[in-house]
């Protein structure tokens, strides 16, 4: 066990729907980064928050926007959905900034759009 | 443009013999090196790192070694156990504070 939740666990919906996913990061940390990984595809990363902030961003699209609240849980909406969103989402955590460390994944959300 | 690649989906190694994993990056500036394992229905759990000051590091039965002229990095198990049947993902980052990129990762799998 990672210390890291994420929920929910399955998620089915439509083409055209938003969902909204949630992370808690580990306790003490600061930093929540969200990944996707489609079928045959690495993790490919997402956005990153440091202590409510955003730090980094990769290839996250448009319809794609996350957050992070005071108490440090992250929230990843993504809205018009097509069938190519369908993906594991994870996120991940770390202490501090991002300096030399690791970062201990969620179990992800498994998100299917029909 | 995938700035860490790992050109083999998949190996299977019979238990007992020498696993090696191997991953090649195209980013000069990358100087911190994951390797993650990855299990069904679980997310990726660290594994080994090294830095770029290094050209081996070794834990246990897991060692990675880092070229840094080829731009590869190479993950070795030995021995290999059954219970290392999992999928494996480099990662790497260029200096503090920025993000990781990730392989497409390599399942392996260890034949009893």
């Known amino acids: 066990d990672s210390g890291v939740t994420q929920t929910p666990k399955h998620l089915i919906t439509a083409t055209g729907q938003r969902v909204t996913l949630r992370c808690s990061p580990r306790s003490g940390d600061l930093s929540v980064y969200w990944y996707q990984q489609s079928l045959d595809q690495g993790l490919q990363f997402l956005i990153q928050?440091?202590?409510?902030?955003?730090?980094a961003k990769g290839n996250i699209l448009e319809r794609f926007s996350a957050q992070q609240f005071p108490d440090l849980h992250s929230e990843l909406n993504l809205s018009s959905l097509e069938l190519g969103d369908s993906a594991l989402y994870f996120c991940?955590?770390?202490?501090?900034?991002?300096?030399?460390?690791?970062?201990?994944f969620g179990p992800g959300t498994r998100l299917l759009v029909l | 443009d995938q700035q860490v690649k790992q050109n083999s989906p998949s190996l299977s190694v019979q238990e007992g013999r020498i696993s090696i994993l191997n991953c090649d990056y195209t980013?000069?500036?990358?100087?911190?090196f994951l390797w993650y394992k990855k299990y069904p229905a679980e997310g990726p759990t660290f594994l080994i790192s090294?830095?770029?000051?290094?050209d081996k590091n070794e834990d246990g039965r897991f060692t990675v070694f880092l070229n840094k002229s080829a731009k590869h990095l190479s993950l070795h198990i030995v021995p290999s156990q059954p219970g290392d049947s999992a999928v494996y993902f480099c990662?790497?980052?260029?200096?503090?504070?920025?993000?990781?990129?990730f392989g497409t990762g390599t399942s392996l799998t260890v034949i009893p």
């Open positions: 090294i830095s770029s000051i290094k």
């Open positions: 991940a955590s770390t202490p501090s900034r991002g300096s030399l460390e690791t970062q201990y």
């Open positions: 928050y440091y202590n409510g902030e955003e730090r």
């Open positions: 980013n000069s500036m990358f100087d911190y």
């Open positions: 990662a790497a980052s260029a200096g503090t504070g920025n993000q990781f990129y």
